[in-house]
């Protein structure tokens, strides 16, 4: 058994957490950029905090999913006003693209050289600029990952600037910040951190850590999703989900992920489809192809064990089996009311360019078994 396990320096969790970002920044410095998303007005209570400590601060939004040429945009900024720490403050988008622009504020070269995939995949040299990372959504868990994601339109490919270098000083959960999340954000990125706990619980590379934090993870996400859905005010089932974001962020970044996010990148690249809402209606046709799979071709595998126990956290049903589990996760999509692919424009067409993306992306490279082109094919179809 070989492992290691690497997140932030320091990881704070609780409601009202926020209160505490005046006392935190002073050692990093005097002069911060502030990395929002598309409504900065969400940030005011972070900078008031900010202002008590007489932290200068230079504000960057991040309108949607982060692209190459916008976190250059980022470094510009971030170097003509002086500073000297970075706090993103924000869904993933506003997550990742703080962690790239911390990132290339001390590495030298461009952002580009350094991403999988599109181009070689340079290591970065140097620790980032200090980062705080502040999530207001609960599901892509990005305050505790290693890697970016970043969208290359040029390339239709979504990839990652992935690096240990790159994780935060300080993740800083506060579930308040996530109470005012309509359903519909709720539900997708409930669903991409529930995605982020069964693969890599069900993926090649896991480990005893990482499958602690998906068990727990999954019980959380099956018994609250629903219930912040239906009421976001609930403060119970907010902190579920943001422990069950953050749980899945820390076991994709020392574990892997699968084929839900070996297809999202090149989705996400090709079309203009929330990363959450595409992992959300992938989830149930993976998990089925990866057990028809694994039954055909590796009947012997740890694996389908691995799913049945899945099956029970998901259900609470002691007895259930893996195709319980596939049917719960399918019904969940449903009631959630998550739109099929085919609502972003995903058609027939198309299925040959995003099977030959997916097969290449990082994520694909973790999947429980390897899929054939037929399989990967089959899941697209479905899933449109």
């Known amino acids: 058994m070989n492992f290691e396990f690497a997140t932030a320096t320091r990881i704070i969790f609780g409601a009202g957490k926020l209160k505490e970002i005046g006392s935190l920044s002073p050692e990093f410095g005097r002069r911060a950029l502030v990395v929002t998303g598309k409504h900065p007005r969400r940030a005011d209570a972070l900078m008031k905090g900010l202002a008590a400590e007489e932290i200068a601060t230079t504000a960057f939004a991040v309108p949607g999913e982060p692209t190459v040429k916008l976190v250059e945009q980022g470094v510009a900024s971030a170097k003509s006003s002086h500073c000297e720490f970075v706090i993103a403050f924000g869904g993933g988008s506003a997550i990742d693209a703080g962690k790239a622009i911390a990132a290339m504020l001390t590495n030298e070269g461009e952002l580009l050289d350094y991403l999988e995939v599109i181009r070689r995949g340079r290591a970065l040299t140097k620790p980032s600029t200090p980062l705080i990372a502040i999530p207001t959504t609960a599901g892509a868990g990005a305050e505790v990952t290693r890697n970016a994601v970043l969208a290359s339109p040029e390339h239709k490919f979504k990839v990652s600037l992935r690096s240990p270098l790159i994780l935060p000083k300080v993740a800083l959960v506060d579930p308040e910040l996530t109470y005012d999340l309509p359903p519909a954000i709720t539900a997708s990125t409930g669903l991409d951190a529930l995605t982020q706990l069964i693969e890599p619980y069900t993926c090649c590379r896991t480990n005893p850590m990482v499958d602690a934090l998906c068990v727990e993870g999954i019980r959380r996400a099956a018994r609250s999703l629903c219930v912040a859905f239906a009421d976001g005010k609930n403060a119970s089932a907010r902190e579920d989900m943001c422990v069950a974001s953050l749980f899945g962020g820390l076991a994709l970044a020392n574990a892997g992920l699968g084929a839900v996010h070996g297809f999202a990148a090149p989705i996400g690249g090709m079309f203009p489809a929330p990363h959450g809402a595409v ?41 259930a089996k893996a195709d319980d589990g596939v049917r719960w996760v399918g019904d969940l999509v449903c009631d959630l009311r998550i739109p099929k692919l085919g609502a972003y424009g995903v058609s027939e067409q198309h299925v040959a360019e995003l099977v030959e993306k997916a097969s290449k992306a990082s994520s694909m490279k973790a999947n429980p078994i390897v899929l054939t082109t037929e399989e990967l094919a089959e899941i697209l179809r479905a899933a449109m």
């Not at 089925?288 to 609470?316: F, I, M």
């Open 279 to 319: 992992c959300a209606v992938l989830l149930p046709y993976v998990m089925s192809a990866n057990l028809r799979a694994l039954r055909l071709r590796s009947p012997g595998s740890d694996t389908l064990r691995r799913y049945d126990e899945v099956a029970r956290l998901v259900t609470g049903n002691s007895s």
